[in-house]
């Protein structure tokens, strides 16, 4: 079994290692580099839980091999709280309850951040369109779209 | 009614925490990517474990070699039946007793298999890859038989799924007294259709998995598994592996939602068990998302041929259903179905005289079924269109039609025909607010201005409708038997224990998967004990007093009565030494805000902190009764059922063209009793919702005509995202339930009305075309065909 060695910067911190042809970037960032806050729904590339940003781009961790990846800029969803406070967007999660379960929402998290950094002024049927992208089994979506747009407001005034 | 909380002391608490929508406890590390599944855990040493599984609907096996996969390097274990099925006893859930039926009872396919995704192999190896390589290294021959596919033949079909069995009928029941057939036949108008609904999957977002690990001369099972019952577990791990309970201990973490699926164990997760046991490792395995949705339940698929009848100014005089529901092969938890609790609830929340039911489950070579929430909900399905049906031939606004039906306070208690007593309840109520909520008279109003210009080039008969939307409006009303409280259901327990520095953990034998267990129930001890929520930490799995887990809307009513007696029994001790301390009556204490107070002399008060550590560290300063320590564990036994209900209404868009149904408005009127968390409680309908909707409109389950899946992936298998949903309004009525604190459960019932209730609105919209809808999912195809079948 080949395997390449890749470096990357996974939430500002540069890492290298030695990866197998076949480990996805879901996996490596999981099982190798202990990040298991990017979820694995299907592995099929149709769930959206293993959403990371690349770039600032949402990408499916799950199809997607690590040696793909060298070279990449990745944010998972532990950089969002990086000290002991939670990003606005996850505090409006928490107010709006966009989550039940739990399971989707990194992925959830990720991809809302990725539409209010390209959109800051979204309104709730660009946030709805939105996160189309990503399934979520419990809370019947509405929740998810008030937190997204309550999350871009706080974000706005915090830039203003 | 409870257990043994003791004497009442001191002042009752007061409702600080219960009723408030408290930010949830569970969300800090869910939020953080710090979640606990079980998919986390890999201990050094660890094998992976995998299925090679049937690609046959029914087949003889022919030849089975495992040799070359055997030979891999990496590959620990290949067993088959001949290895693995003799170590195990029964796989039954528990609520199967002995005798009870079920399909036939092996860890893995022996001699022959019965639906596509069979387990024949298991294959153990050192790492996920090399065990997907072995996989492919197993070589099964099959001589294929013919499958039995189709449930609604299944009955008469002299071939078996399971020869065994000796039929394909795997139960069925029956209560249709003469006077409803004479009912029927002197009505003046009697509608009758038969409902088929789609097969539909649970689909969690989170897959099945366990990591078990043996213990060997400690002679200890320790299970890691996403479930919605760790007692379940524990207890059916025990009869398999021939163990007793205590030595199995079942761990859980955070579950990624279940909705009935993780309640009983599948074979699987059995066989991962026995190669723990074998191999003496921990053994992982996490299921893949095409197995979850070939392999590890289905649900919903069943056909009510329904009749209603009713006199010229539209009562209920009579009502029949016949049911029939496919059983699939292997049942999840060896579950003998859902019929007999559909048909009683067919009445749902209308007087009618007199209802004759009858159903049967039937074993087809599909994947087993099991529950998905709310899973006798056809009887709310059959219902409710079947009201919708009768209010077109009487040329009666179906709203109306509820508005005579619909029990009313005056009518309650209730007994239905067929043997229930509903009380506290208040549908007349929630139809009224819901159709307040959706507006509906002015809705009426505007569709009937758009169906005068569009309708107007649309006569059916003449020509296939080509272009143009149809608004069309539909209500839905059910009862819900939440908490249902029978025999083994009918308990939990839990334990509160007051630490020594005034911090709280409670024990509870719930099994929260999504539900926010962790907030609701802590908020009830919360505010016993004159605490923050945020100092009570709540624990599911081993070490916690029996329960069923969670399922069946229970958790509430249920655990919450449970978690309440025991606090009280905390709260009772705590107050008397207290008392005790600061020589004071416990009568005259006020309890709250993390301390203890003598009324009207606020000076003299003590930390909940300071009477904990005098209750463990100073037991010489305690009342000569009480031996030290301030811990509490009680049961509660619930009433065998706690009715809730609700009324949905919703609005659409119907595209005569495309057959697509785009939804505007949603509305839910719900009466859950008492709320311990609102925002609890609207998550938990909104959910329910979005999955009605996903079964009404987009999801199904299909088989090709050998029996092969054709849904093996999202792709295919079309779970609603955010952009089908609509956004949803809420109204709440309150009638209060028997059990203490007034509550009922709530999980379920989002799921069962939202079917009909999307069901009839899509027919109302296409009602001025003649179509006629009974079969779901409403997919574009299948109502673009209704559509030309209606023009002729
Ligand atoms: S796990 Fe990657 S898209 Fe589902
Ligand atoms: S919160 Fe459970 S899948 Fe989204």
Redesign the pocket.
């Known amino acids: 079994m080949s395997t390449h060695d890749i470096t990357v910067t996974i939430n500002g911190a540069a890492t290298s290692a030695s990866v197998e042809s076949r480990r996805s970037l ?1 996996d490596f960032l999981r099982h190798d580099v202990g990040l298991v806050g990017t979820h ?11 959403t990371v940003l690349i770039g600032g781009r949402s990408v ?4 997607m091999f690590a040696v793909q990846a060298d070279g990449a800029e990745i944010q998972t969803v532990e950089s969002l709280a990086p000290g002991a406070e939670m990003h606005p967007l996850q505090e409006a999660f928490r107010r709006h309850q966009g989550l039940q379960c739990g399971f989707c929402t990194p992925g959830m998290l990720l991809r809302s951040l990725e539409l209010i950094n390209d959109n800051p002024n979204l309104t709730a049927e660009e946030a709805r369109e939105g996160i189309s992208s990503n399934m979520c089994r419990c809370t019947g979506y509405q929740y998810i779209v008030d937190a997204v747009l309550d999350a871009a407001a706080e974000m706005r005034a915090e830039e203003g | 009614m409870s257990g043994s909380s003791g004497p009442s002391v001191g002042a009752p608490p007061a409702a600080r925490y219960v009723g408030q929508s408290v930010a949830r406890l569970e969300d800090p590390r869910l939020l953080t990517g710090r979640g606990r599944y079980v998919a986390n855990l890999v201990p050094p040493g660890t094998g992976h474990v995998a299925f090679a599984r049937s690609t046959r609907a029914r087949a003889r096996i022919t030849r089975l070699d495992i040799k070359a996969a055997a030979a891999l390097d990496g590959v620990w274990a290949v067993w088959t039946a001949a290895d693995l099925n003799p170590d195990v006893g029964s796989l039954r859930g528990s609520l199967v007793l002995p005798g009870g039926g079920g399909p036939p009872d092996h860890l893995l396919a022996d001699g022959d298999v019965r639906f596509v995704g069979d387990p024949v192999a298991v294959v153990v190896a050192v790492s996920p890859a090399v065990v997907a390589d072995a996989l492919e290294l197993v070589e099964i021959d099959y001589e294929d038989q013919t499958p039995v596919l189709d449930f609604e033949t299944a009955a008469e079909n002299n071939n078996l799924v399971h020869p065994e069995l000796g039929s394909n009928v795997s139960n069925s029941a029956e209560a249709w007294p003469t006077t409803v057939d004479e009912a029927m036949a002197g009505a003046d108008t009697s509608v009758r259709a038969v409902i088929t609904q789609n097969r539909q999957a649970n689909a969690p977002m989170e897959t099945r998995g366990l990591l078990a690990e043996w213990r060997a001369f400690d002679e200890t099972l320790d299970v890691w598994i996403s479930t919605q019952s760790p007692h379940e577990t524990a207890l059916a791990a025990a009869r398999t592996l021939g163990l007793a309970v205590h030595q199995v201990r079942v761990h859980m973490g955070d579950v990624g939602g279940g909705f009935g699926q993780k309640v009983f164990l599948g074979r699987e997760e059995f066989a991962v068990m026995v190669c723990a046991r074998r191999l003496g490792r921990p053994m992982r395995w996490i299921e893949g998302r095409s197995e979850n949705l070939t392999s590890s339940n289905h649900a919903r698929r069943d056909r009510a041929d329904v009749s209603l009848g009713a006199t010229a100014d539209g009562r209920f005089v009579a009502a029949t259903i016949d049911h029939l529901e496919d059983n699939g092969a292997y049942s999840n938890g060896g579950n003998p179905g859902n019929g007999r609790m559909a048909c009683v609830h067919l009445p749902g929340p209308y007087r009618i005289g007199s209802v004759g039911w009858r159903t049967a489950t039937v074993y087809t070579n599909t994947c087993g079924r099991g529950a998905y929430r709310g899973p006798w909900q056809i009887e709310s399905v059959a219902r409710e269109l079947i009201v919708d049906m009768l209010a077109r031939r009487l040329e009666i606004d179906p709203l109306e039609l509820r508005r005579r039906n619909v029990l009313r306070a005056e009518d309650l208690p209730h007994n239905t025909a067929t043997g229930l007593t509903y009380d506290r309840i208040s549908p007349a109520e929630c139809l009224d607010q819901v159709a307040e909520m959706i507006d509906y008279d002015g809705f009426r109003a505007t569709q009937r201005e758009v169906r005068a210009t569009v309708g107007a080039s649309l006569a059916p008969g003449e020509r296939a409708p080509g272009a143009g939307s149809l608004p069309g409006i539909g209500v839905a009303v059910y009862v819900e038997p939440s908490a249902i409280g029978f025999g083994a259901l009918a308990t939990e327990g839990a334990t509160v224990r007051v630490e020594p520095d005034g911090s709280v953990n409670v024990y509870a034998g719930t099994g929260s998967h999504g539900q926010s267990l962790e907030t609701t129930i802590a908020q009830i001890v919360a505010d016993a004990l004159g605490v923050h929520p945020g100092n009570v930490r709540f624990h599911q799995g081993h070490g916690t007093p029996y329960g069923f887990g969670t399922g069946g809307s229970r958790s509430a009513v249920i655990a919450g009565g449970a978690a309440r007696a025991a606090s009280a029994g905390v709260r009772a001790k705590l107050l008397r030494i207290a008392a005790e301390l600061m020589e004071a009556s416990p009568d005259d204490l006020d309890l709250g805000g993390g301390a203890v107070a003598v009324r009207g002399t606020p000076a003299r008060r003590m930390t909940v902190a300071e009477v904990a550590q005098a209750a463990y560290m100073r037991p010489d300063a305690l009342p000569d009764d009480i031996s030290g320590g301030l811990e509490h564990t009680a049961r509660f036994k619930a009433p065998p059922v706690t009715y809730s209900n609700a009324a949905h209404a919703c609005t659409c868009e119907v595209d005569i063209a495309t057959g697509e149904v785009r939804l505007l408005r949603y509305a839910v009127s719900e009466d859950c009793g008492a709320m311990i968390n609102p925002m609890v409680v609207k998550g938990q309908i909104a959910g329910g919702v979005a999955q009605g909707i996903g079964g009404a409109l987009l999801e199904e389950v299909s088989y090709d005509a050998d029996g092969n899946p054709l849904t093996t992936t999202f792709a295919d298998y079309l779970v609603p995202s955010a952009a089908e949903v609509p956004s949803f309004e809420f109204g709440h009525i309150v009638t209060l339930s028997d059990s203490p604190g007034g509550h009922k459960g709530t999980g379920e019932g989002g799921a069962i009305g939202s079917v009909p209730c999307v069901f009839n609105a899509v027919a109302d919209a296409l009602a001025p075309l003649g179509v006629r809808l009974t079969d779901g999912p409403l997919s574009p195809h299948r109502i673009r065909t209704a559509i030309l079948e209606a023009a002729g």
């Open positions: 879901a694995i729904g299907c592995e099929q590339g149709a769930c959206g839980a293993c499916r961790s799950c199809i």
